[in-house]
Each structure stands twice: as C-alpha cells, then as structure tokens.
C-alpha cells in the first residue's frame, strides 16, 4: 500500500495552450506530449470534439511512455497559466486559394483568440500557425500588447525543412546533413537563401547548377499549395506541426537555437512596422535575438518585396477589423 505524505508537493509543470484543435493543432499537441514537453491543452469552439481529441492522446500515454496531461476544451479558462500559447485557428487552404485569400476571415478568429488567451496567461509567450501567418503574428502582436520578444509567427522552420526535403531529394542524401535558411513572408515571395544551404557544409552550389537550385527554390515557394492541390480536402499538417514544436522545445528548453521566425522588425534589415521571417534565438524568454545576415543585393530585395507585399495585408487587416 502507498502511504500518504504529509505536506503533498505541488510541482509547477509547464503548460502549452493550442487554440484551434484542427489537424495542426491536435498533431502539435501530440508532438508536445509525446515529447514530454509539457501537458496541453487543446482548446476549440466545437463542443466535444477538443474533449475526445485529448481523451485519445491520453488513452496512449502507456503506449507512447509519458505522463503529460492533455486536456480538450470549449473554455479559456483551462488555459490559465500557460508558458506557450499556439494559435492555430481558422480557415484552412482549399485548391486555388492563395494564403491572402484567408485574411477576411481568420482576422477576426485570430484576434479574438489572442485577447481571450492573453487574458487567462498574461506571461505567455505566443506562436500564431494561422495563415497567412506575417498578417496574422502582426494583429495577434496588436491584440495582444505583447512586447517583439514574446509573439512570433511559425514560417521559416516549415519553409526551410521544406527546402532541405527537396534539395535531399534531389541529391539523394540524409535530410538530417541538409541545412538550409528560408527568409522572408509565409508565401509566394519569400526567400530561399540558397548560397547559405550546405550538405554536411559543403555548399548546394558546389553539388547543382543554377537551374536545378532554382527548380527547386521555386517548389520550396509552393510547398504548401502543392499540398493542398494534392489533398484536395486540406493543407499540410504533419509538418507545420512538427515545425512548430521544434519552436516550442527550444522556448521550453531554453536551446537559444537559431531559427527562421516571424518577428516584428523594428530597423532591422531596413525594414519597420512589419512582421517578416528572419533568423531569430529563441529561449526562454521568446525572441532573445534577431540576427541580421549579410544580404546580397538581389536578396535584400526580394526580403523588403516581401514585406512590402506582408504591409498591404497588414493595412487591408486594418479595413477588415473596421469593418
């Protein structure tokens, strides 16, 4: 028989809210679980379905080896006390949508999602996954009042490894020997740094001609509506998921790992007022860092094409919430 203590300890564990239980948000959850990250709770506006999502993570707790709790809710209020909250709600891709084609909607999801959960965790750090991801982090960033350090959108992590997929595949090497940089916004115009992509540090443009490295630029840039063209139904989820959780370990775990997030600038780059992904230290405090590489002309520019094309979203947001 187990005897009782006589002062029971209660242990401070570290918690992270997913808002949005959809097929980022429940893959994420399992991600931090089976990680043994911390416990989660995923929380949705469907009765019942965050509820049975975390009962069936639960039920695999012996299986998987881990005691983290997972908790599915309709409330806010179970979010209380979270060291991460992930914003994944809204409108996901369908063929033939762009990214911007999203804003009307997940505007209002997002900012909603922000004030309430920033009022149960007001020491929070917040990663928006919601696309399109730039417009989204800089409005969760409004709604929120969170100083840069503490709100950051997940892009680069998932464009990159997208770029190692396909320069693996075309060499037919270990992903894990390929390293690669993706800057810029979460779409169309964002910015693969090719020169700075190595395989065990030799550089890609040792290893292909211009023309392959271009081909397969251009797939990295339409990764995700090659995708949803594929599934019809959807947009990737396994991936974007595992990118994220990448974010949350190195927070967590306080890694201070160099990753490719969307910040909010101010000078950096030459660019203010916008959210745009670059290389970012992330530990325990959220941002700790923004790293300013050295950028040839041609890549400078299309980095500010980008935020200028992130800006014009930004200002049509502002209508939308007016509205």
Known sequence: MFSSPNSPIVCNLPRVSIVG???????????????????????????????????????????????RQIIGTNNYADTSGSQIVVITAGLPRKPGMSRDDLLKTNAKIVVEAAKNAI???????????????????????????????RIMGMAGVLDSARFETFIALE???????????????????????????????????????AATIER??????????????????????????????????????????????????????GLEDVVIGVPCRLGCGGI??????NLSDREREGLHTSAQSVRKSIERSQEILAE
Not at 31 to 59: F, S, T, W, Y
Not at 182 to 187: A, D, E, N, Y
Request: charged share 15%.
């Open 21 to 67: 239980a959809g097929r980022v948000g429940s893959t994420l959850a399992q991600r931090v679980a089976e990680k043994n990250l911390a416990d989660v709770v995923l929380l949705d506006i469907i009765a019942g379905m965050p509820q049975g999502l975390a009962l069936d993570l639960m039920e695999a707790r012996g299986i998987e080896i881990h005691n």
């Open 119 to 149: 009022a149960h965790s007001p020491n929070a750090i917040f990663i928006v996954v919601t696309n399109p991801l730039d417009v989204m982090t800089y409005l969760a960033w409004q709604a929120t009042g969170l100083p840069r350090d």
């Open 171 to 209: 060499l037919g090497v270990l992903p894990a020997d390929v390293k690669a940089m993706v800057l810029g916004s979460h779409g169309d115009l964002m910015v693969p740094l090719s020169r700075y992509a190595t395989v065990n540090g030799i550089p890609i443009t040792e290893l292909l001609d």
């Open 216 to 269: 397969l630029v251009e797939r990295t840039r339409n990764g995700g509506a090659e995708i949803v063209e594929l599934m019809q139904t959807g947009g990737a989820f396994f991936a974007p998921a595992s990118a994220t959780s990448v974010m949350v370990e190195s927070i967590l775990l306080n890694q201070s790992r160099l990753l490719p997030v969307a910040a909010y600038l101010q000078g950096e780059y």
């Open 288 to 293: 700790e860092s923004i790293l300013e590489l």
